[in-house]
């Protein structure tokens, strides 16, 4: 309903103001790196209690009532001291299955200083996590352990709400500062001391 997004919304010739739709796919962790570097968004799973007519849904059918679990736990890395995704991930115990920075990596702020290293972390799981609160709680557990490798606080902790989605980036696009990587570890659930009982 902002004028400023419908004005961007035309300007790259999106046809309708419906907003981002998710469609459940099947992907490795190398293909969904690759949609994440070509602009594309991911969520968890859901079960939508009602699809468009494009069999996508949106952001209102993305609720911890619809969730159906999630094979992957992302960490938003807004604010560090370290100078880049690189540097903080080699300190980290637990590698991320990959990790790419978002669009603000290393921009400036009006005031001509610099926002820093900005990046997302990707861990994939061989077990599905399938209670919302159980997620929360998975997700807390990674933080934690990240934290004290990094030493530092991850200030964004949205990534403890299984309704969170996350923005992928744009590898074309000659203004952003990109950088990734990708191990293929997939960790179990025991990895971050977080099991069902």
């Known amino acids: 309903k902002n004028e400023e997004n419908r004005r961007i919304r035309k300007q790259y010739g999106f046809a ?9 796919t099947e992907v490795n962790a190398e293909q969904l790196l690759n949609s994440l570097l070509d602009g594309k968004v991911f969520c968890h799973l859901f079960n939508p209690a009602s699809k468009r007519k494009d069999n996508t849904f949106g952001s209102s059918q993305k609720k911890d009532v619809n969730f159906t ?12 001291s370290y100078k880049s995704a690189e540097e903080y991930v080699s300190k980290l115990t637990l590698q991320p299955t990959f990790y790419y920075t978002s669009y603000s990596n290393m921009q400036t702020n009006e005031d001509g200083t610099s ?5 997302r972390l990707i861990y994939v799981f061989d077990k599905k996590i399938k209670n919302p609160y159980f997620f929360r709680f998975c997700a ?9 490798d990094t ?23 000659a203004d952003v500062i990109l950088s990734y990587g990708i191990t293929n ?12 009982t």
Do not use: P
């Open 115 to 119: 926002k820093g290293a900005r990046f």
């Open 185 to 196: 570890t997939i960790y179990s659930l025991e990895d971050i001391e977080a099991t069902e």
């Open 16 to 24: 309708s103001n419906k907003g981002i739709g998710f469609e459940r």
């Open 140 to 148: 807390y557990q990674l933080n934690r352990i990240i934290e004290k």
């Open 151 to 173: 030493d530092e606080f991850i200030t964004d902790d949205c990534n403890l709400r299984c309704s969170q989605y996350f923005n992928g980036t744009n590898r074309n696009n």
């Open 69 to 80: 679990g999630s094979y992957v736990i992302g960490v938003d890395i807004d604010h560090t």
